[in-house]
């Protein structure tokens, strides 16, 4: 269409009341971004964001416009024995949780779980079903503050070799758990990660999906 249509859609919509409130509202979505987040945004707005690995209470509040999106992928491994592949850092000072990480930009979630599960275990995985999926608002140890999406996957080792080790960094140790037995040391919240696991064990024999035949998901 030509210059000359458009023109005239805008000069005929700028008559219309419910045109004009609308590019307001619209311009002032687009200005508000670039200003100082407490300058546009009522205190009543604010969210709170809790320290990673540290009491839900510890955190403080930040505006919306503040935070940044940052989704990821993570792993619910189980071997024939019915453990559960879990990693942790004291490099990081990270308690023990399951392999898995954020999503870089270009990357699905599925890329982003394959790539985090190698770097942190050394194992190549078939990804399975979604299990479960959540967020929250954290901050980072940068201080970053961020709406973190968790997606968590079934998974099964199809190669690569388990480094107990890890990386060095990401991960210093990785180790299957019995969680019928015993839960890993410094564990946040091992409430939820039981939920989580019945709730994978259900869908994995559902689906065949499990490497291990059980009458019981628990």
């Known amino acids: 269409m030509s210059l000359k249509f458009y023109l005239k859609v805008i000069q005929n919509s700028l008559h219309n009341p419910l045109f004009r409130a609308g590019a307001l509202h619209e311009t002032w979505d687009v200005l508000r971004q670039y ?3 407490r300058l546009v945004t009522p205190r009543s707005q604010y969210v709170f964001c809790s320290y990673g690995g540290k009491s839900k209470q510890e955190g403080r509040w930040v505006p919306p ?3 940044h999106f940052r989704p990821g992928a993570y792993a619910l491994i189980f071997d024939e024995q019915e453990r559960l ?3 942790t850092s ?3 000072a990270r308690h023990w949780y399951l392999p898995g ?3 870089n930009k270009g990357e699905t979630l599925v890329e982003t779980l394959r790539r985090e ?3 942190e275990t050394g194992l190549e995985i078939e990804v399975g079903p979604v299990v479960d999926a959540t967020d929250f608002f954290r901050l980072l140890p940068t201080g970053r503050p961020v709406q973190a999406q968790l997606h968590y996957y079934l998974a099964r080792p199809i190669g690569g070799k388990l480094q107990p080790q890890g990386n060095g960094f990401d991960s210093t140790a990785v180790n299957y758990f019995d969680l019928n037995e015993s839960m890993p040391p410094q564990l946040q919240s091992p409430e939820e990660l ?3 696991v019945k709730r994978a064990r259900l869908i994995g024999q ?3 999906f499990l490497p291990y035949s059980s009458d019981s998901p628990d």
């Open 101 to 103: 990480g954020g999503l």
């Open 194 to 196: 039981l939920k989580l």
């Open 65 to 67: 416009l503040q935070l």
């Open 35 to 37: 200003l100082p987040a």
């Open 206 to 208: 559902a689906l065949g």
């Open 117 to 119: 599960v190698r770097e």
């Open 90 to 92: 004291h490099i990081l």
């Open 85 to 87: 592949l879990m990693v």
